[in-house]
């Protein structure tokens, strides 16, 4: 019998209004998965990394990170460029979900290594829709425990 992998989300959104959305949905969308939410890019980099000014959440085994891209302290490029330098989190999936629609940017994303790259839509609806649908895909995407990539 196959055991369900437990696959926490970290959710790095400096919108307060879209982070509860995004968690609304995902939740419309029937994914039960922890979510953790960060503010900034840098909250997001001192849990990835353990560091010892934070101390507000440990990283789970099992997670994937959902990146905007405009975020105070270190933007979700800095952190995806972080995240993709080191050994640890190299492996760890990463959707970038925000606003920017230029095609240069989001070359730039793929070129730093994001698995996957979604435009928020401007429209409410459409926003909610775009988050549901983000919601089932995530609820059969596997990822690596933190000690089986090396």
């Given at each position: ?42 909250q997001?980099?001192?849990?990835l ?20 891209l405009?975020?105070p ?39 730093l ?38």
């Open positions: 019998m196959l055991s369900e992998q437990v696959i926490t989300i970290l959710l790095a959104e400096d919108n307060a209004g879209h982070a509860r959305l995004i968690e609304k949905n995902l939740r419309r969308a029937n994914l039960p998965n922890q979510i953790i939410k960060f503010e900034n890019g840098q997001l980099v001192d849990c990394f353990n560091e010892p000014s934070y101390t507000k959440y440990s990283c789970p085994h099992a997670y994937l990170v959902v990146l905007d405009n975020l302290g270190l933007s979700g490029y800095q952190v995806l460029e972080r995240m993709r330098s080191d050994q640890r989190t190299r492996h760890v999936p990463v959707i970038i979900l925000t606003t920017t629609e230029d095609p240069q940017e989001i070359a730039k994303c793929y070129r290594g994001c698995n996957v790259y979604i435009t928020k839509p401007l429209e409410y609806d459409q926003f909610c829709e775009a988050i549901c649908k983000l919601g089932n895909f995530l609820s059969i995407v596997k990822v690596p425990e933190k000690d089986e990539v090396g």
